[in-house]
């Protein structure tokens, strides 16, 4: 029997930045850029009351559905972003954000599928997590 879980998240989605170096002394020290952390932040606080009892252990399939808002001098008739930012770092913001919640590990996601289009209204990332096995 499979378990669900569906929820969405408002915001503009922020996706996953690439790690910075800087150099401190002798040493190199990597951080994740601001942006990215205040994102996966965010997501983990307002999917806080979604979360299960216990993270998932079996086969995960994820889908996110990204809205991102429209600009004004965009025709309604365009549905699909396919601009930057990419669909692939937005996910990986948000499943980053989700791991240890959600699933354990995001070695567990054997299916993800990302959705990227248009809202006139209010930007937010739709989410459905199944645990299959």
């Not at 929820?7 to 800087?22: D, N, S, T």
């Not at 997501?43 to 995960?60: C, D, L, Q, T």
């Not at 809205?67 to 990986?92: Q, T």
Request: some cysteine.
């Amino acid at each position: 029997m499979s378990k669900s879980i569906f929820f969405e998240i408002l915001g503009q989605a922020v996706p996953k930045g690439r790690p910075k170096f800087a150099r401190i002394g002798k040493f190199i020290h990597t951080y994740t850029p601001k942006k990215t952390k205040e994102w996966e932040r965010t997501v983990k606080m307002r999917a806080a009351k979604y979360k299960p009892a216990k993270p998932f252990e079996g086969a995960v399939t994820i889908t996110l559905c990204f809205y991102l808002l429209r600009p004004k001098s965009l025709s309604k008739k365009v549905l699909f972003h396919i601009k930057k930012p990419d669909g692939d770092n937005l996910g990986k913001a948000v499943l980053d954000a989700l791991e240890g919640d959600f699933y354990k590990n995001d070695s567990q996601i054997v299916r993800a599928a990302v959705y990227k289009g248009y809202s006139d209204t209010v930007a937010k990332v739709v989410i459905n997590i199944e645990e299959i096995s």
